[in-house]
């Protein structure tokens, strides 16, 4: 029985959720292969956890331009270094559980478990093989700490290989899968019941509006851009709020100013979002790496709101080049943007065809093959 130990930190949903679905296929296809799913910073310190977790959410939500000058300087330079003493100094609390558990693989979707892994091997105390899954659609050096110990890097497009080679990496060690990806954006549904459920009509356009998002960001360009929607007689929407109570309120007084109620679900909380991706036209989102790999594996052309300076504006920027996603930025006319884009099936089409071209659908099984039968 092989023993695999999936390191994540909670820094954001996409790394547990990468974390969740690599362990979700191995638990369905490899009997042999006993998994472990373990938040590694909250195993190391409950209270830096939390402290660290609440100061990045408070930055990325008050102060985003803040957070996105920490991220682009903790790539070198003293940020970076203050990066690297921690993780080296929780390292030490970490062996303690890697002694216990003796794994035989260690899989990380965040680079703070990598690195302090690598520490470990670096420092002999480790004999584990490391396996680095990145969940963004850009690098970062923080990634790559410790890289000569990583036996496995598995990245989300061709362009991250050819940076992290010319980073020092060998490509031996550069697996290009997709980010890991839950086994329901796979499936095939009766589209005519899940529009029934959820009270939708069959000859309309349907907008996937996801307008919480996970820090609440960008409220007054959020309301716009919803509005400019509900102005349409030719679509209609599922919005999804998240746990932003106050944006559920505004979506709903908005919806009953303009009489649209007939066209337009709001949703706190959704566990369907596979089941409403398959049956949209569009989806509107902040490009977190998980939602991103869920709408192109959706074939779902993209309209990015509020990306979170840092990886969130470096994932808009690698959608907007390949033409599979429109950036709405602050000084953008919003009505004339959506106006060029309903107005255009060529181009909406042309959107689709390369969304799915850009997916990686196997992203999950292709890394467990690589790693479990290779």
């Known amino acids: 029985m092989k023993k695999v130990l999936i390191f994540y930190a909670s820094y954001g949903g996409g790394h547990l959720s990468a974390a969740r679905s690599v362990k979700e296929f191995i638990d369905e296809n490899y009997p042999n292969v006993d998994s472990e799913l373990i938040d590694c910073v909250k195993y190391i310190n409950k209270a830096f956890n939390t402290l660290t977790t609440k100061a990045y959410s408070e930055m990325a939500k ?40 003796n794994p035989d693989l260690i899989i990380s979707t965040h680079p703070f478990g990598s ?8 420092k002999g105390k480790l004999n584990a093989k490391i396996a680095t899954i990145m969940t963004d659609y850009a690098p970062h050096n923080q990634w790559l700490v410790g890289h000569s110990f990583v036996d496995y890097f598995f990245v989300s497009h061709e362009g991250m290989k050819d940076s992290l080679a010319k980073s020092g990496i060998e490509t031996f060690k550069i697996y290009v899968t997709g980010i890991p990806l839950s086994n329901k954006f796979l499936l095939k549904y009766e589209k005519s019941d899940i529009l029934k459920n959820f009270g939708l009509e069959p000859n309309k356009k349907t907008v996937l509006f996801f307008g919480g998002g996970e820090f609440g960001l960008g409220k007054t360009k959020t309301l716009k851009i919803f509005k400019s929607f509900l102005e349409s007689d030719d679509i209609q929407i599922v919005a999804i709020s998240g746990k932003n109570h106050k944006m559920k309120e505004n979506f709903e007084n908005m919806v009953e100013e303009s009489h649209k109620e007939s066209f337009v679900k ?101 890394i467990c093959k690589i790693l479990f039968e290779e």
């Open 62 to 101: 008050k102060v985003p331009k803040l957070w996105g000058n920490i991220y682009k300087k903790s790539e070198r330079g003293p940020f970076a270094e203050i990066s690297n003493t921690s993780n080296k100094i929780m390292a030490v609390k970490l062996n303690k559980l890697l002694k216990e558990k």
């Open 266 to 366: 709001i949703l706190e909380y959704t566990d369907k979002v596979p089941e409403l991706m398959y049956i949209s036209d569009l989806v509107v989102t902040k490009p977190g790496g998980l939602t991103t790999t869920e709408s192109l594996a959706s074939g779902l052309p993209i309209v990015i709101i509020n990306p979170i300076p840092g990886q969130e504006e470096d994932n808009a920027e690698y959608l907007e080049h390949n033409k599979v996603a429109i950036w709405i930025k602050n000084d953008d006319d919003v009505e004339h943007v959506l106006s060029d884009l309903f107005s255009d099936s060529d181009k909406m089409q042309e959107m689709k065809v390369r969304a799915r071209l850009l997916a990686k659908r196997n992203s999950t099984r292709d």
């Open 115 to 122: 690195q302090m892994c690598s520490y470990l091997k670096k």
